[in-house]
C-alpha cells in the first residue's frame, strides 16, 4: 500500500524494510511498509503469525534499525530510543527483587531523575494498584504486573505508547478488564497508540484504525477504520456492525494465511533484496 503523507501523521513509516541475516541465509521479516498513525489515535496491526508485526513495532520504537525506509515521529526521524516512546510488552518485564515504585523508579534511576510522584500516585490509582507500591512483582497476579508495566511506560508521559501483545497472556477475562482500562486512561489523556494484537476483538474493541498486514515478508495488506462511539460497550461490541467488521477481517487474515500455504509462483526478487545484494 502506497502511501501519501498526512499532514496529521504523528508517525510515519515509509517504505520500511527490515532483512535479517540468519545462518540459513537473509530473512526478509518486512517490505516496504507503509503507515500514517495520527495523533492521539490508536492502531492495532494484526496479521497471521511471524509476517513481521513486531519487527515493525519496534523499528517504531526505534529500538531497531531498519535495513531500508524510515520511521518518523513528528516529522523527525527515530534513529534511535527515544523518550517520547513508552513501550509495553507481553512480559511486564518487573525486576523481581524491586518492589513496585522501586521498578517504576528504576528507569528514571538509569537516566539519573526522578519519576513526577504526584503522576505516578495518579497512574497507580487509575490502574487499581493504589497501596500496592510496596509490593514484590511476585506477590502480585499477571494483570496486575500488566498494570504495573503501564504505569510505568506512562511514567513519562509519552506522547506515543507502543504495545506488543501486552495483554496476550491474560486469561480472557483480565484482558477485557485491561482493554477497558485502556481505553478509559486513552479518553482522559489521549496518547498515540500502536497495538499488536493477535486478537481480533481488541484491536476492534480498542481502535480507531485496524491495520492488517500480509504473510512474510509483511506489507499493510489493508486498513480498517473503526467507526464506532467510545467508550465501546458490550452493547455496541454485540452489534451486528462489529461482528462484520471482525468477520471481515478475520476472513481476510485467513485468507492472507492460506495464501501463505499455498505453492506459490516464482515472484520477482523485491527492491530490498536488490538492494541487499548490492
Ligand atoms: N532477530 C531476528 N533474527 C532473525 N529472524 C528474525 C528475528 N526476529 C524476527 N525474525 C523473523 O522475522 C519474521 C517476522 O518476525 P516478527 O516477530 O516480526 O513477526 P510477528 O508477526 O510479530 O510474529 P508473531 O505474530 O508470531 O509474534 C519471522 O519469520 C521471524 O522468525
Redesign the pocket.
Known amino acids: 500500500m502506497d502511501a501519501v503523507d498526512d499532514p496529521n501523521a504523528k508517525l510515519t513509516v515509509r517504505q520500511a524494510t527490515k532483512i535479517?541475516r540468519?545462518a540459513s541465509g537473509d530473512?526478509v521479516?518486512i517490505d516496504r511498509c507503509n503507515l500514517d498513525v495520527r495523533a492521539r489515535e490508536i492502531v492495532s496491526i494484526v496479521?497471521p503469525?511471524?509476517?513481521?508485526?513486531?519487527?515493525l513495532l519496534w523499528s517504531m520504537s526505534g529500538l531497531h534499525g531498519l535495513t531500508a525506509g524510515e520511521v518518523r515521529l513528528d516529522g523527525k526521524p527515530i534513529t534511535g530510543p527515544n523518550p517520547e516512546i513508552g513501550m509495553v510488552f507481553q512480559d511486564a518485564n518487573l525486576l523481581p527483587w524491586r518492589n513496585l515504585d522501586s521498578n517504576i523508579a528504576f528507569p528514571f534511576e538509569i537516566k539519573g531523575g526522578k519519576p513526577d510522584r504526584a503522576w505516578v500516585d495518579h497512574l497507580m490509582h487509575r490502574v487499581g494498584l493504589d497501596g500496592f507500591g510496596a509490593k514484590m512483582p511476585r506477590e502480585l497476579s499477571g494483570g496486575m504486573q500488566q498494570r504495573a508495566a503501564l504505569v510505568r511506560a506512562l511514567s513519562f508521559k509519552p506522547s506515543v505508547l507502543l504495545m506488543d501483545e501486552p495483554f496476550g497472556a491474560l486469561d480472557s477475562f483480565t484482558r477485557e478488564e485491561m482493554n477497558r482500562l485502556v481505553e478509559e486512561i486513552w479518553m482522559e489523556t489521549p496518547t498515540t497508540i500502536v497495538l499488536?494484537t493477535?486478537s481480533i476483538e481488541e484491536a476492534v474493541f480498542l481502535s480507531d484504525r485496524v491495520v492488517v498486514m500480509s504473510p512474510?515478508p509483511g506489507r499493510v495488506a489493508s486498513i480498517h477504520p473503526v467507526p464506532f462511539p467510545r467508550p465501546r460497550s458490550i452493547e455496541i461490541m454485540t452489534t451486528r456492525e462489529v461482528f462484520d467488521l471482525m468477520t471481515t477481517i478475520k476472513l481476510e487474515i485467513v485468507g492472507e494465511r492460506k495464501s501463505l500455504s499455498a505453492p506459490k509462483p516464482a515472484a520477482p526478487p523485491s527492491a530490498a533484496l536488490d538492494r541487499a545484494a548490492s
Open positions: 535479517y540468519t530473512l521479516a496479521g503469525s511471524g509476517c513481521g508485526k513486531t519487527t499488536i493477535h512474510r
